[in-house]
Antibody, heavy 117, light 109 residues
Framework: EVQLLESGGGLVQPGGSLRLSCAASGFTFSNYAMTWVRRAPGKGLEWLSAIGGSGDDTYYADSVKGRFTISRDNSRNTLYLQMDRLSAEDTAIYVC??????????WGRGTLVTVSS | EIVLTQSPATLSLSPGERATLSCRASQSVGSYLAWYQQKPGQAPRLLVYDASNRATGIPARFSGSGSGTDFTLTISSLEPEDFAIYYCQQRTNWPLALTFGGGTKVEIK
């Protein structure tokens, strides 16, 4: 079955760090660019970061540039998002998505990140 | 940063009626616009890409149109399963920026 499964969310204190994972299955992972998107409570969808199939090219939204780092391990079919210096504004459901021509063709269900003391 | 504004925020219609959803960009995005449908508890589903191309498996009652700054998603005759939230999304290549509109909720009248 073609699917994406996120993990690693949870409760973290302001200023803390968290690493999210996204396990891909059912398709050739390295053939696709991958992205992270989030939805904060009461807000819409926000694109955060993207990475090319080989992992050589990475892209970030201004809101997370310098704090978040995207990476992938094609041997493990896994996408990562390292999140540092978290604040309450980062509280959201984080979703990984497979893209083609920078449109989102396949989405995970998401993992909840709560930043609170 | 390109901002996408969707209208209306909520559309109250009955099954069988025609739905017309609007997405306006703060500057031209050419034809690089997509539409998604999201139902409660489910992941979004790609409906239309490059403004007017239906994604694989999407029924013909969904159609997209527009270019530049003004785009429309039309559902010709609403089915019960079409009541959901719809988002538009644009892509800008250099530098890469992907942004979403705020969404339109299509609800049963």
């Amino acid at each position: 079955e073609v699917q994406l499964l996120e993990s690693g969310g949870g409760l973290v204190q302001p200023g803390g760090s968290l690493r999210l994972s996204c396990a891909a299955s059912g398709f050739t992972f390295s053939n696709y660019a991958m992205t992270w998107v989030r939805r904060a409570p009461g807000k819409g969808l926000e694109w955060l970061s993207a990475i090319g199939g080989s992992g050589d090219d990475t892209y970030y939204a201004d809101s997370v540039k310098g704090r978040f780092t995207i990476s992938r391990d094609n041997s493990r079919n896994t996408l990562y998002l390292q999140m540092d210096r978290l604040s309450a504004e980062d509280t959201a459901i984080y979703v990984c998505a497979r893209t083609f021509n920078w449109y989102f063709h396949l989405w995970g269900r998401g993992t909840l990140v709560t930043v609170s003391s | 940063e390109i901002v996408l504004t969707q209208s209306p925020a909520t559309l109250s219609l009955s099954p069988g009626e025609r739905a017309t959803l609007s997405c306006r960009a703060s500057q031209s995005v050419g034809s690089y616009l997509a539409w998604y449908q999201q139902k409660p508890g489910q992941a979004p589903r790609l409906l239309v890409y490059d403004a007017s191309n239906r994604a694989t498996g999407i029924p013909a009652r969904f159609s997209g149109s527009g270019s530049g700054t003004d785009f429309t998603l039309t559902i010709s005759s609403l089915e019960p399963e079409d009541f959901a939230i719809y988002y538009c999304q644009q892509r800008t290549n250099w530098p890469l920026a992907l942004t979403f509109g705020g969404g339109t909720k299509v609800e049963i009248k």
